[in-house]
């Protein structure tokens, strides 16, 4: 399996949640699994939000950075594209949104994302985070398309 | 002025985000300023989303924590106690929501918050992130107040 983070240009792979060149950051990877994606990620000792458990602004950076690679996975299978055929497609956030049902104890996590809604450079996707068998918070993200004229110059103004 | 995050209980005081005694977090201080509360915050040049602009999840974090330390400045100033005369309630994250409105250069932020609601254990706090003069980001949080009883065992089964 290739992860979508992976098959991103080189000049957007530093995300420091998911950028395989941001040698400091989180380098989660995206996987699409039948239609769901998921990806896994082990905490540092040191990303508590009280002793024993996991801080919850890492988990909303995870939860935001799998629903970006889930965003160009899913654009690019419904463009019939398989996954490492080319670049991937690189989706921001415009909009995020984390419950937090219970406590994370600090240790793997699995996320599990699904496609919600797919219209043009729009997607939405919901994620379980989930602890052991147990899920722990849930997410839902908004992300759009970055036009493939930024791609070399990301975010100029507009 | 004394920032709330310096008045939590010793075992609450290690979050990643805003724990006074972990050494690897980011240890943002939120400071009450009139009827609203203010967080400063200097990213590392590795925390970015894009070379140049600030990491998506890291906005996600900070307006997490400081909304939490905001939870606490309201919930004491509408008990009539004066930040800094005994430890702070410790509020966690029930709901966050951050709208990214446009990309945020990496550089200094200032968050800016105000209470929305603060109805028993309950407080919602809504959050403008602004780089420069500009307003990047928009948060909303709703924070519920830890029992007392948990503060020695955060978390503890229930």
Known sequence: MIAIQDTYPVDVAYCYGCGRLNEH???IKTYLVGEETIAEFTPEPFHVAVPGFMYG???ASLIDC???GSAAIYRMVADGKEIGSENAPRFVTAHLEV???KPTPLGPVRLVSRKVEL??????VDTDFISDDTRTATGSAVLV???ASM???????R
Do not use: C, N, T, W
């Open 25 to 27: 950051g989180h380098q």
């Open 57 to 59: 602004g890492l988990i």
């Open 119 to 124: 219209k043009g450079r729009k997607v939405v």
């Open 66 to 68: 799998h629903s970006a």
């Open 151 to 157: 791609a070399s110059d990301p975010f100029s103004p």
């Open 145 to 147: 398309e970055m036009p």
């Open 99 to 101: 419950d937090y049902l």
